[in-house]
């Protein structure tokens, strides 16, 4: 059996929080920033990084209130992951724009971040990430009162039995999972508690919705204000398909808002296509990133 590279940890404040942050490769390689996605954390890249051949040096945080960082056992305030992402570049790529790689809520972030701070950003790749479904102002009311009855509720996590029940689950919500990465994660993705069932390693707070509508038009004047090169990576089975597979134009109009896309649609994935097609995202990632 091949030997995973290993990577290794650090720990550093950002804006008053605990961030623990994640590195594999050489320090002085050209740098990448993967960031990972909603109740998630950075191991879910072990398998791209196992997948590239050129040498990089591949940066990936924990969110707050993600694997072993620290978390806030209250809602969370979605800017603050700008915030948070303009801090650790500042920190670790001071004199460089930076390659970030984001999947679905990283690639959210990656995307974002770029438009505010195009100086500080070369390219970015967003692994099957399109924005949300557009919602509708008159529902305006209706998610305010549903962030108020969820501040009165401790939110929770499923846990399981140990980590082969997690393991399972895995395979069942993927198939295409096979048992070692199914193994891996479940141990890497997780946290023992203290009565010795398996959790995923995410706050629960992350599970209270957001006072406040998702606004597409304000997605597009960001994603049009991008002056890096962007890379757009589909899962052929994944949620943007999922989302916009029925609706062509509204998937047209969205890519319409980036100025220098490249897109392509990984073949037989679901949306955690680094898990799926490693092989396949490490080549589409290396063939558009620079190494100048």
């Not at 979605?78 to 992402?85: R, S, V, W």
């Not at 995307?111 to 479904?133: C, E, H, K, N």
């Not at 002056?227 to 029925?246: I, K, S, Y």
């Amino acid at each position: 059996m091949t030997r995973r590279p290993e990577s290794r940890s650090e720990t550093l404040a950002v804006r008053g929080l605990r961030y623990h942050v994640r590195h594999w490769g050489p320090a002085d390689a050209p740098a990448v920033f993967l960031l990972h996605g909603w109740m998630d954390s950075s191991p879910t890249f072990q398998f791209l990084v196992e997948a590239l051949h050129k040498e990089w040096h591949l940066i990936a945080p924990d969110w707050r209130g993600y694997g072993q960082s620290e978390w806030l056992g209250r809602p969370y305030w979605f800017p603050d992951y700008y915030g948070d992402l303009d801090a650790l570049l500042a920190h670790y790529s001071p004199d460089r724009p930076a390659r970030l790689v984001g999947h679905s809520m990283g690639a959210n972030i990656a995307a974002i971040y770029a438009s505010t701070r195009p100086q500080r950003v070369a390219q970015v790749a967003m692994l099957d990430f399109l924005g949300l479904p557009a919602t509708d102002a008159k529902d305006a009311p209706k998610q305010l009162a549903q962030w108020l009855d969820h501040l009165g509720e401790t939110p929770r996590l499923n846990s399981y039995a140990d980590h082969a029940a997690l393991q399972q689950r895995m395979r069942q919500i993927n198939p295409r999972l096979d048992d070692a990465k199914a193994a891996f994660l479940a141990r890497a993705l997780s946290r023992t508690l203290p009565d010795g069932r398996v959790q995923m390693a995410c706050d629960a707070c992350h599970r209270v919705p957001s006072p406040v509508l998702y606004r597409i038009d304000d997605q597009l004047a960001c994603w049009r204000a991008i002056a890096a090169p962007v890379l757009m990576l589909e899962a052929e089975d994944g949620f943007v398909h999922e989302r916009f597979g029925a609706d062509p134009a509204e998937r047209e109009r969205r890519l319409g808002a980036f100025r220098n896309l490249q897109l392509a649609t990984v073949a037989d994935c679901g949306h955690n296509l680094h898990h799926d097609r490693p092989e396949r995202v490490a080549a589409a990632l290396e063939t558009f990133l620079t190494r100048d």
